[in-house]
C-alpha cells in the first residue's frame, strides 16, 4: 500500500488520553463475504442498536452471513519490509508498504480434512475477516459510521492439511494476505462489555444432509446427518423433535413457511414429518430451522 502526504497539514499531534483499549493475541476469525448479493457492503452500522449477534450467523441470505473460525494456535500476522527505490547516491524513495500476511494453525476437532474442504471453497469468493483475540475483542475497519471487515487478499487464501507426527498433532495450517491497499490506521475493536458477547463464544453453522427415505401424501420420513464422522458412520443430527425445529416452504409459487404438524424422531437422526395442507404436484423445500444448524431437501408433494 503506498500511503500519500496531506500537503495542507503538517506533523499529527501524538498526544494520547489514558486508557487506550488494544488488541490482544489473535484468537479467531469471522469470514464475513465483502458485499451481499444485492451489492451492499456488509459492515456494522455503528449508529444502529447492538445487534443480535447469532442472528448474523443463522442469516438466511449466505452473501450477509457472519462465518466464525474456531480457536487458532501459534497466529502469526508478520508485516513484509516496505518497499523503496534507492538511487545511486544512496537517496531512497518511499514506493509502498509492505504486506501484512496471516497464518495460523487449527487443532483437534477443528483440524479434520471435512473443514479443510469447506475452507479451500473459500477462495472463490471476496471475503474480509474480523480479527478477534483472546480477550474476546471484535476487531475490524471503521469508515464512514460502519465497521467493515478487514479486506483479504483472496486468492491468496491458503488452507493445508497436516498429518500428526511422533511429535506433532493433526492440524489444519491457514494462511492468507490482507489486501496490499488496506489502511491499518483504520482498525477498531468492539468490547465484549459493547456487545453483550465474548466474541469467542460464537460458532459457525453446522450443515445437515437430509435424505428422502420415503414419502406419502401425509408423511415425509428422512435422515438427517452431518459431513462428519468416518467413511461408514456420518454423525447424526439428533434431538431435533419439535415442529419448530423445522420449516416447509412451497417453492412453486410464493416462497412462505407452511406448518409442521408434527415430528417424531426414531431412531436418532430419522425424522418423521407430518405434512399438512400440501398441494399435489407443487415443489417444496423442507429445510432446518434450529439455530446453528443449515440444511434442506428439495420433495414434490404426492
Same mark, same amino acid.
Given at each position: 500500500?503506498?500511503?500519500?502526504?496531506?500537503?495542507?497539514?503538517?506533523?499529527?499531534?501524538?498526544?494520547?488520553?489514558?486508557?487506550?483499549?488494544?488488541?490482544?493475541?489473535?484468537?479467531?476469525?469471522?469470514?464475513?463475504?465483502?458485499?451481499?448479493?444485492?451489492?451492499?457492503?456488509?459492515?456494522?452500522?455503528?449508529?444502529?442498536?447492538?445487534?443480535?449477534?447469532?442472528?448474523?450467523?443463522?442469516?438466511?441470505?449466505?452473501?450477509?452471513?457472519?462465518?466464525?473460525?474456531?480457536?487458532?494456535?501459534?497466529?502469526?500476522?508478520?508485516?513484509?519490509?516496505?518497499?523503496?527505490?534507492?538511487?545511486?547516491?544512496?537517496?531512497?524513495?518511499?514506493?509502498?508498504?509492505?504486506?501484512?500476511?496471516?497464518?495460523?494453525?487449527?487443532?483437534?476437532?477443528?483440524?479434520?480434512?471435512?473443514?479443510?474442504?469447506?475452507?479451500?471453497?473459500?477462495?472463490?469468493?471476496?471475503?474480509?475477516?474480523?480479527?478477534?483475540?483472546?480477550?474476546?475483542?471484535?476487531?475490524?475497519?471503521? =469508515?464512514? /459510521?460502519?465497521?467493515? %471487515?478487514?479486506? &483479504?487478499?483472496?486468492? #491468496?487464501?491458503? +488452507?493445508?492439511?497436516?498429518?500428526?507426527?511422533?511429535?506433532?498433532?493433526?492440524?489444519?495450517?491457514?494462511?492468507?494476505?490482507?489486501?496490499?491497499?488496506?489502511?491499518?490506521?483504520?482498525?477498531?475493536?468492539?468490547?465484549?462489555?459493547?456487545?453483550?458477547?465474548?466474541?469467542?463464544?460464537?460458532?459457525?453453522?453446522?450443515?445437515?444432509?437430509?435424505?428422502?427415505?420415503?414419502?406419502?401424501?401425509?408423511?415425509?420420513?428422512?435422515?438427517?446427518?452431518?459431513?462428519?464422522?468416518?467413511?461408514?458412520?456420518?454423525?447424526?443430527?439428533?434431538?431435533?423433535?419439535?415442529?419448530?425445529?423445522?420449516?416447509?416452504?412451497? =417453492?412453486? /409459487?410464493?416462497?412462505? %413457511?407452511?406448518? &409442521?404438524?408434527?415430528? #417424531?424422531?426414531? +431412531?436418532?437422526?430419522?425424522?418423521?414429518?407430518?405434512?399438512?395442507?400440501?398441494?399435489?404436484?407443487?415443489?417444496?423445500?423442507?429445510?432446518?430451522?434450529?439455530?446453528?444448524?443449515?440444511?434442506?431437501?428439495?420433495?414434490?408433494?404426492?
Amino acid at each position: 500500500m503506498s500511503l500519500g502526504c496531506n500537503c495542507d497539514s503538517g506533523l499529527s499531534n501524538s498526544g494520547q488520553p489514558n486508557c487506550v483499549p488494544i488488541f490482544s493475541v489473535t484468537s479467531g476469525l469471522i469470514m464475513v463475504p465483502l458485499k451481499a448479493n444485492d451489492g451492499t457492503l456488509n459492515g456494522l452500522d455503528l449508529s444502529a442498536s447492538v445487534p443480535v449477534w447469532s442472528d448474523l450467523i443463522n442469516e438466511a441470505d449466505s452473501s450477509k452471513r457472519w462465518f466464525p473460525i474456531g480457536a487458532f494456535e501459534n497466529v502469526e500476522l508478520p508485516k513484509a519490509d516496505s518497499q523503496f527505490e534507492e538511487a545511486n547516491s544512496g537517496k531512497m524513495a518511499f514506493l509502498r508498504q509492505g504486506k501484512r500476511s496471516f497464518s495460523g494453525e487449527l487443532w483437534s476437532e477443528d483440524s479434520t480434512p471435512t473443514l479443510l474442504g469447506k475452507l479451500q471453497l473459500n477462495r472463490c469468493v471476496d471475503f474480509g475477516v474480523y480479527i478477534v483475540d483472546v480477550n474476546g475483542n471484535l476487531i475490524g475497519s471503521k =469508515s464512514d /459510521g460502519y465497521l467493515y %471487515p478487514i479486506p &483479504v487478499d483472496n486468492p #491468496s487464501f491458503d +488452507p493445508r492439511f497436516n498429518f500428526a507426527t511422533d511429535s506433532t498433532v493433526q492440524k489444519l495450517m491457514v494462511a492468507f494476505d490482507v489486501d496490499r491497499l488496506f489502511d491499518e490506521s483504520t482498525m477498531y475493536m468492539v468490547t465484549p462489555d459493547e456487545a453483550g458477547i465474548n466474541f469467542n463464544d460464537l460458532d459457525g453453522l453446522v450443515d445437515v444432509n437430509l435424505t428422502e427415505d420415503s414419502l406419502s401424501a401425509t408423511t415425509l420420513v428422512t435422515t438427517a446427518t452431518f459431513d462428519y464422522g468416518t467413511a461408514y458412520n456420518p454423525l447424526k443430527y439428533k434431538g431435533a423433535g419439535s415442529p419448530s425445529d423445522w420449516d416447509i416452504y412451497d =417453492s412453486t /409459487g410464493a416462497v412462505v %413457511p407452511l406448518a &409442521v404438524g408434527g415430528v #417424531s424422531e426414531a +431412531p436418532d437422526g430419522t425424522y418423521s414429518i407430518t405434512l399438512v395442507g400440501l398441494s399435489v404436484g407443487d415443489v417444496y423445500e423442507f429445510r432446518t430451522s434450529k439455530d446453528g444448524f443449515e440444511g434442506k431437501l428439495t420433495f414434490t408433494a404426492v
